[in-house]
């Protein structure tokens, strides 16, 4: 059977990161994953975290069986984090995730075995992972524009390809912080994908992985709650990898809003069939952190804080490059670099000067131009910069 496997297609992000594993420099810079890093480039447990992680193991709850749903107290402080307290909560069932990317497979079956062959618009570019996810649920997918040729948001193009888009098919938005371009919507063009669901008929689908290190927590989440105002029906898949600092324990959580209570008998019975031929049910550890720390104000609040930290610390170090590509005369870069927000950002190279980058500087990022702001440590922020003119000079010779 093996000798009938055909090699598969490696993932591009980990097949970067090994690389850097092997690479014997070392001044390498490994700025390709999206995981937040501090001053020291190392990635801290925060304080919140820490502190609800001690309550939990002083209480020493039994680790029985959750259940298919995973844990219910999370999935209600997932409705009210991102919904808010108004009525669109009352018309949502959540179910607790592996994850982010379980959250969007969890939501791609749903919507497979609802309308098989459903078209699925992702942006161009998207993330890394949506269109494997998409294609692997067996949906089609089509793509929609996201950046004109100055790198700023193509309002124009996006509304003109989803203009083609039909009614039930499924559009993928990211709710804040674009993966990979950190380019987003203003409020106006919002309203105006919210406008244009709401004409059209298309279900909004939200990817929200990197809500409170953007704009903050509440700016960050108006878009999503702008569409469950407007549309009858949406998809929002959740990640608390980021935002709480909970990568390796797989915390997400896949939301579907419908537009009565009465339309949604069927679904959370639904996702927990997918989720027992996926995964039977979501590790427990990260929601009961979750959970604990957002029921309680105390960690709630000390949560707030270090999350404005972390925005803080990408804001400065975004300001950073942009300040030292200037002072090295790359101004119309440095330019495209500030207009961006959240973890990433896409540098204006080619992926052959991405390759110069990565072979000449030991510095790692995407061949797509993607690097992880809130991976610079502070003191290679000038080296990062001198990295990028030495690779854009050589270009302009």
Same mark, same amino acid.
């Given at each position: 059977?093996?000798?009938?496997l055909?090699?598969p297609?490696?993932?591009p992000?980990?097949?970067?990161?090994?690389?850097?594993?092997a690479?014997?420099?070392?001044?390498?810079?490994?700025?390709?994953?999206?995981?937040?890093?501090d001053?020291?480039?190392?990635t801290?447990?925060?304080?919140?975290?820490?502190?609800a992680?001690? /309550?939990?193991?002083?209480?020493?709850?039994?680790?029985?069986?959750?259940?298919?749903?995973?844990?219910?107290?999370?999935?209600? $402080?997932?409705?009210s984090?991102?919904?808010?307290? %108004?009525g669109?909560?009352?018309?949502?069932?959540?179910?607790?995730?592996?994850?982010?990317?379980?959250a969007?497979?969890?939501?791609?079956?749903?919507?497979c075995?609802? /309308?098989?062959?459903?078209?699925?618009?992702?942006?161009?570019p998207?993330?890394?992972?949506?269109?494997?996810?998409?294609?692997a649920? %067996?949906?089609?997918?089509?793509? !929609?524009? &996201?950046?004109?040729?100055e790198?700023?948001?193509?309002?124009?193009?996006?509304?003109?390809?989803?203009?083609?888009?039909?009614?039930?098919?499924?559009?993928?938005?990211?709710?804040?912080? @674009?993966?990979?371009?950190?380019?987003? +919507? =203003?409020?106006?063009?919002?309203?105006?994908?919210?406008?244009l669901?709401?004409r059209?008929g298309?279900? +909004?689908?939200?990817?929200?992985?990197? @809500?409170?290190?953007?704009?903050?927590?509440?700016?960050?989440?108006a #878009?999503?709650?702008?569409?469950?105002?407007?549309v009858?029906?949406?998809?929002?898949?959740?990640?608390? =990898?980021?935002n709480? %600092?909970? !990568?390796?324990?797989?915390?997400?959580?896949?939301?579907?809003?419908?537009?009565?209570?009465?339309?949604?008998? @069927?679904?959370?019975?639904?996702?927990?069939?997918?989720?027992r031929?996926?995964?039977?049910?979501p590790?427990?550890?990260?929601?009961?952190?979750?959970?604990?720390?957002?029921?309680?104000?105390?960690?709630?609040?000390?949560?707030?804080?270090?999350?404005?930290?972390?925005?803080? /610390?990408?804001?400065?170090?975004?300001?950073?490059?942009? #300040?030292?590509?200037?002072?090295?005369? &790359?101004?119309?870069?440095?330019?495209?670099?500030?207009?961006?927000?959240?973890?990433?950002?896409?540098?204006?190279?080619? +992926?052959?000067q991405?390759?110069?980058?990565?072979?000449?500087?030991?510095?790692?990022?995407t061949? $797509?131009?993607?690097?992880?702001?809130?991976?610079? +440590? #502070? @003191?290679?922020?000038?080296?990062?910069?001198?990295?990028?003119?030495?690779?854009?000079?050589?270009? #302009?010779?």
């Open positions: 059977m093996l000798e009938l055909l090699p297609p490696v993932d992000l980990w097949d970067l990161t090994e690389a850097y594993g690479d014997a420099r070392p001044e390498r810079l490994n700025l390709v994953l999206g995981v937040y890093r001053q020291t480039g190392g801290p447990v925060m304080a919140a975290v820490r502190e992680e001690i /309550r939990l193991a002083e209480r020493s709850a039994s680790k029985e069986y959750r259940g298919l749903s995973g844990n219910t107290g999370f999935n209600r $402080a997932m409705l984090l991102v919904l808010g307290s %108004g669109a909560a009352e018309r949502a069932v959540a179910v607790q995730t592996v994850a982010g990317s379980g969007l497979r969890l939501l791609a079956d749903l919507i075995r609802t /309308r098989p062959g459903t078209t699925v618009w992702i942006s161009d998207a993330y890394v992972n949506h269109r494997p996810i998409l294609e649920a %067996g949906l089609t997918v089509r793509t !929609y524009g &996201w950046l004109d040729a790198g700023r948001f193509d309002s124009a193009g996006l509304l003109r390809d989803l203009g083609q888009a039909r009614r039930d098919d499924v559009v993928l938005l990211q709710g804040c912080c @674009h993966n990979p371009t950190g380019v987003d +919507p =203003s409020a106006q063009d919002w309203e105006a994908v919210a406008g669901a709401e059209a298309w279900v +909004p689908f939200v990817d929200l992985a990197y @809500h409170g290190l953007g704009d903050g927590l509440e700016a960050d989440l #878009a999503t709650r702008l569409l469950a105002e407007r009858p029906e949406m998809l929002v898949a959740i990640s608390c =990898s980021k709480f %600092g909970l !990568y390796s324990d797989r915390t997400g959580c896949a939301v579907v809003l419908g537009a009565s209570r009465q339309s949604l008998r @069927h679904v959370e019975t639904a996702l927990q069939n997918a989720a031929t996926l995964y039977s049910m590790p427990e550890h990260g929601a009961a952190v979750v959970t604990a720390i957002l029921e309680d104000d105390g960690l709630r609040a000390l949560w707030r804080a270090e999350l404005d930290g972390m925005r803080a /610390r990408i804001e400065d170090n975004r300001k950073g490059l942009t #300040a030292e590509l200037t002072a090295l005369g &790359w101004d119309a870069q440095a330019d495209v670099l500030a207009r961006q927000k959240g973890m990433f950002s896409m540098l204006p190279l080619t +992926p052959r991405m390759l110069r980058l990565r072979s000449g500087f030991a510095i790692y990022g061949t $797509a131009g993607r690097i992880n702001i809130a991976g610079i +440590p #502070a @003191h290679r922020i000038a080296c990062l910069a001198q990295g990028i003119a030495a690779v854009l000079g050589e270009g #302009a010779e």
